[in-house]
């Protein structure tokens, strides 16, 4: 079966489920993208893993990557497998040195885990096509309430405000960074490694 190779490109919160999250894969070839819903601990995970941001303590996709190298186990590729009633299904193809083994899993663990080891992430064509008709119905139905002036609901979420950290030095930044690490606040970190990262 084809596959196309997607790669991750950033995560946003979700416009369809308050407190839900969208890691967005894009096809490295043709440019379409795939967003997949995901919680918070996934989106987190994913995001610290993107941030290379390293925690103090290991996560459990960290510990998953110690515990497979321990044993010379090493993730070859993901694969996006599937999508049924909205749910995409992956598989890891993972290498014990011998052979090439296949495991199901979860498309967000599946993703957090191919980011720890460095390996490809592909979706088979048909799941791309699946995709993209779904995001056909949706563009649809956004078109609609458009013309009926449906008003849209606003992000719950609050924005932690950008001018907290333009008053501090760049100094006080790593420090505010360190700390937010060591009481692994990783959301936190983020941002204050976004606002380090353009003042550089």
Not at 83 to 104: P, R, T
Not at 146 to 161: A, G, M, N, R
């Amino acid at each position: 079966m084809e596959k196309i190779k997607l790669e991750v490109i950033g995560i946003t919160k979700s416009q369809s489920q308050t407190g839900a999250f969208a890691v967005i894969l894009e096809d490295t070839a043709g440019k379409r993208q795939l967003p997949i819903l995901i919680g918070y601990n996934e989106a987190q995970s994913i995001a610290i893993a993107l941030e290379r941001i390293n925690p103090p303590r290991p996560l459990t996709h960290d510990l998953f990557k110690s515990f497979s190298v321990s044993f010379n186990i090493t993730l070859v590729e993901v694969i996006i497998t599937k999508l049924s009633e909205n749910v995409f299904y992956s598989k890891l193809v993972c290498n014990n040195g011998a052979k090439n083994i296949e495991i199901d899993s979860r498309t967000s663990d599946a993703i957090a885990l191919s980011l720890r080891f460095d390996c490809p992430i592909y979706a088979y064509k048909t799941v791309m096509e699946a995709a993209h008709d779904i995001d056909t119905d949706e563009d649809e139905k956004k078109d609609d309430e458009e013309e009926l002036s449906i008003p849209k609901i606003k992000d719950s979420v609050d924005e932690e405000p950008v001018s907290e950290f333009e008053k501090l030095s760049l100094k006080e930044l790593n420090d505010m960074l360190k700390e937010a690490i060591s009481k692994e606040d990783y959301e936190r970190a983020s941002k204050i490694r976004d606002e380090i990262k353009k003042r550089k």
